[in-house]
Structure formats: structure tokens, C-alpha cells
């Protein structure tokens, strides 16, 4: 017998509000079932469950707020019934539960919020809702809601596209100024309380690319790789020699953790950056890891990432290439140790066996933390990454 | 199917990706991952979305030719004839 919990989606999240049920007592779920709806300050979160099992029952209704780490529902095995204990022991429902001691003090910090408008001016609304009006343009507010305490739930939208016809705003959906405020306050955080150190190194990229686009060139564009996805794997790979740049900085000090959570920055239209996590990349294939960053960015740019994605990334992958730029050197999110970052793939004369010829390269940087590690460490860290790159195959 | 009927559904694809921007009143010459603020990803999605709705191949050696509007309507037209 488990606890769901209502999830900390950061630092300054107290408490936040139950919208919906997506899962009936009796449901049998898996690990990684969205389960319930959670409105919070940052806006309303798909909450995802971590492990299998059968919801025994609720112990709080919808439109009920609670502080966070109050359990939300029972969850069985789904094996004969054993009495219930009287006391039933909190163990929270984490990614990395059976990996991973539970980190103590707060969970990790979340500093970049999706939809972060103030609660007061951001109408209840479930996901799907939110999702379908965004689609449909449809502007939240001028609804009213049909669901549990005035939120807004599908059928509301259904009927407001019925009788408009407006053009889209997905755009305006989010708050930037609420975005920047919250990426303000977590670098400010990172910059005031994190010793960084910076390398940075030229990675020959010549034979990834020329690997892509060979199996690129077989292949449908559902199907196709882009190199963001031979990146994620080769920090990956190279992490599981490094577990200095994998964790949580917190009170007790650095706490590596066995799960490879890799956040990704997202850029967000507009302005603003988020950088969910893509779960355990360390066993997932090429295939795999392109499939969830494509799914991945877009869930990021319509608001409907889940709480897991929010709540642990172990590492964050910036690849600001994308943009044109050589090199980016990145500000860690706390409290996790360590950020790589990509430059754009260019072409350069580059010296190799005696000879000089034009190669295709890209940067490598890394931003990590002093108080988990040392720029030696993280020289092989980065020099790793570079080797795994070199056989693009393997990746 | 027209040169205008790719045009739509070119314009109906890049206001997926970024409905903020009026793709109509767009200068056809202008670099449309400047214009749109496209990275690969988008512009994965996009080559995805037009290849399924054309029902044509747009192998990736082809991406240049969909650097601009103008330069994109174009190639599809054309990929679109030559497959019919």
C-alpha cells in the first residue's frame, strides 16, 4: 500500500488544489498514468503516478486545497487484501523510489513555471480544456466553468467554440512577465549560492552528422532523428561514469542520484525557457529518447506537462545552437549541480593526422557546481561525451 | 492541386507553429526560420505535417529548398506535379 501525494512543484509551492480525478477506485494504473489534475500557483499540472498498482480509494475530493505531501489516494498492489495497518507509512511516491533514497529537506526546486499567471487571474480549467481552447483560440477567461468549483472541463470550451469563431491567441496563454520573474528569481538563486566553474571543448562532429543524415535519408520525417537526440544520449552515457553532475545540491550537501533525468530547455514562444525532464535517457534508445523530446516540446508549448517532468530533472541540456550561437555557457538550475551546453554544428578548418581539412564541429560546454566537483572531473566529463559522439552508432 | 491551394496549406502549417505571426502578409523572400523563429524541431514537425497532408516525400538533402516562402510554395508545387 503506497500514498499518491500532492507533488512539490518547487520551492514555494505550499499547497495546491485537487481539479479532477482522471482514475476511478478499482482503476488498475502503471507507472507514469496521469491520475489526477492539480491546480497550483503554476498553473494546472497533469499529476502523474509512480508506480503500479490499483487506486484503492480518494482521501480528498475535487476543489479541496491541501498542503503538499498530503496524501491524495491510496494505492494497492492489486494483491489479495491484507489488513490495512492501522498506521500507514508515508513514504512518498517518487521517479526514483526504488532507485534512490528519498532526498531529505525540500523536494527538488522547480524554478520555471508553466502558465504562471497569478491564481487569481488564471480560471480553473482542466488540461484537455486548456489544451482545446488554445487549439481552438478560445480565451479562458470569458468561460464559464461547468466542473468541480467553476473549473472549466471540455465541455465548456465545446460549447464556446460552438458560438465563436475567434482567431487564435495560444500565444497569450502564458504570462511572460510571470516567466520572467521566475526565471529571474532562479538564476538570481543560482548565481548567488552556486560556485560555478565553466569548460568548454571544440567536439569534431563530422561523423554524427554524416550518420544522421545517412539513416535521416531512409526514413520518413515522423520517423527522423534530429541531433539534439544523439546529444541527450551521449550525456547520458557519459554520466553513468560521472555521477558528480547527476543530483541534488541540498542542506546535506551534494546527493547524486541513480536516475538520469535530463532536463531539456525548451525554448518557450514568446520568451521565457522551460526544461522538463526526459526520463531514465540512460536506458532509452535513440529512437526512444527523439520520440519523448518531440513529444516533449510540444506538450511543453501547449501547457500540459506532467508534475514528474517538472519536479526532477537531475542535469539540464541547453542547446542553444539551435540559434545559431558557437558556444553557451549556462547558469545551473538549482539545486541541481550541472548544465552541458550545445553551440550550433559549423564548419571549420581542423587539424587531424597531420592534415587539414574542413570538418564539421560544435562546442561542448559545462557549467557545474565546485561543491560536487572539480574542473578535472569535469574535463573527462566533457571528454566522454566528445568520445561517445565520435561513434554516432553506438549512441 | 493550385499553386494556391499549397499556399493555404503551407499558411495553415506555419500558423501551427507560430500563431502570432500573420504568414499571409509575409515577405516571400524573407528567411522563414528567422520569420517564424523556427528551430529544428518545428521545422521537423513542419516538413512531418506538409509531407502527410501533400502526400509527398521531402527527403532532408531538400530542406533548403523550403528556406523562404516564396522558395518553399515553389518546390512543393513542383514535388506535387511531378508526383502526379
Same mark, same amino acid.
Given at each position: 500500500m503506497a500514498e499518491f501525494l500532492m507533488p512539490s512543484l518547487g520551492a514555494d509551492m505550499e499547497a495546491g488544489t485537487l481539479v479532477e480525478w482522471l482514475k476511478q477506485p478499482g482503476d488498475r494504473v502503471k507507472r507514469g498514468d496521469v491520475v489526477a489534475v492539480v491546480e497550483t500557483q503554476k498553473g494546472a499540472i497533469e499529476v502523474d503516478i509512480f508506480e503500479d498498482g490499483i487506486i484503492e480509494r480518494w482521501l480528498v475530493e475535487p476543489g479541496t486545497t491541501v498542503p503538499v505531501g498530503t496524501p491524495l489516494a491510496l494505492i494497492g498492489s492489486g494483491e489479495p487484501a491484507a489488513a490495512i495497518? $492501522?498506521?500507514?507509512?508515508?513514504?512518498?511516491?517518487?521517479?526514483?523510489?526504488?532507485?534512490?533514497?528519498?532526498?531529505?529537506?525540500?523536494q527538488p526546486w522547480v524554478p520555471l513555471p508553466i502558465e504562471p499567471k497569478p491564481r487569481s487571474h488564471r480560471p480553473r480549467a482542466s488540461p484537455a480544456a486548456r489544451r482545446w481552447a488554445a487549439e481552438r483560440g478560445i480565451a479562458l477567461d470569458a468561460l464559464t466553468g461547468s466542473g468541480p468549483r467553476g473549473a472549466i472541463v471540455l465541455d465548456d470550451v465545446e460549447r464556446a467554440v460552438a458560438s465563436l469563431a475567434p482567431l487564435p491567441t495560444a500565444a497569450k496563454r502564458l504570462d511572460f512577465g510571470e516567466m520572467r520573474r521566475a526565471i529571474a528569481a532562479a538564476m538570481s538563486r543560482s548565481k548567488r549560492e552556486i560556485p560555478h566553474y565553466y569548460l568548454s571543448t571544440t567536439v569534431d562532429l563530422t561523423r554524427a552528422l554524416a550518420w544522421l543524415e545517412t539513416v535521416n535519408a531512409t526514413r520518413p520525417p515522423a520517423q527522423r532523428l534530429l541531433l539534439a537526440a544523439l546529444l541527450l544520449r551521449a550525456v547520458a552515457g557519459a554520466l553513468g561514469k560521472a555521477p558528480e553532475f547527476n543530483g541534488y545540491y541540498t542542506a546535506e550537501g551534494f546527493q547524486p542520484t541513480a536516475g538520469i533525468h535530463i532536463g531539456a530547455a525548451i525554448a518557450i514562444r514568446g520568451g521565457g525557457l522551460i526544461a522538463p525532464a526526459i526520463h531514465d535517457v540512460n536506458r532509452l534508445s535513440l529512437d526512444e529518447v527523439m520520440a519523448r523530446l518531440r513529444d516533449l516540446v510540444a506538450r511543453a508549448r501547449s501547457g500540459a506537462l506532467r508534475s514528474s517532468e517538472l519536479s526532477d530533472p537531475t542535469i539540464?541540456?541547453?542547446?542553444?545552437?539551435?540559434?545559431?550561437?558557437?558556444?553557451?555557457?549556462?547558469?545551473?538550475?538549482?539545486?541541481?549541480? $550541472?548544465?552541458?551546453?550545445?553551440?550550433?554544428?559549423?564548419?571549420?578548418?581542423?587539424?587531424?593526422?597531420?592534415?587539414?581539412?574542413?570538418?564539421?564541429?560544435?562546442?561542448?560546454?559545462?557549467?557545474?557546481?565546485?561543491?560536487?566537483?572539480?574542473?578535472?572531473?569535469?574535463?573527462?566529463? #566533457? $571528454?566522454?561525451?566528445?568520445?561517445?559522439?565520435?561513434?554516432?552508432?553506438? #549512441? | 492541386m493550385t499553386r494556391n491551394d499549397v499556399t493555404a496549406v503551407l499558411v495553415d502549417e506555419l500558423g501551427r507553429i507560430a500563431p502570432e505571426i500573420d504568414a499571409i502578409g509575409l515577405n516571400p523572400d524573407a528567411d522563414l526560420r528567422e520569420e517564424f523563429d523556427i528551430d529544428s524541431m518545428d521545422f521537423l514537425n513542419l516538413v512531418t505535417a506538409l509531407s502527410q497532408r501533400l502526400q509527398i516525400d521531402i527527403p532532408e538533402i531538400d530542406y533548403p529548398n523550403l528556406a523562404t516562402f516564396g522558395h518553399a510554395v515553389k518546390y512543393l508545387t513542383q514535388k506535387l506535379g511531378t508526383a502526379g
Open positions: 495497518p $492501522a498506521s500507514i507509512p508515508r513514504v512518498p511516491v517518487s521517479a526514483s523510489a526504488s532507485e534512490v533514497p528519498p532526498a531529505p529537506g525540500p539540464t541540456v541547453t542547446n542553444l545552437g539551435e540559434r545559431g550561437v558557437e558556444a553557451v555557457f549556462g547558469i545551473i538550475y538549482p539545486p541541481q549541480v $550541472a548544465l552541458v551546453g550545445f553551440g550550433a554544428p559549423v564548419e571549420r578548418p581542423w587539424a587531424a593526422s597531420g592534415q587539414v581539412a574542413l570538418r564539421r564541429v560544435l562546442t561542448a560546454t559545462l557549467a557545474a557546481d565546485h561543491r560536487a566537483s572539480d574542473g578535472h572531473r569535469g574535463a573527462l566529463f #566533457l $571528454a566522454d561525451i566528445d568520445r561517445r559522439l565520435q561513434n554516432p552508432e553506438a #549512441l | -
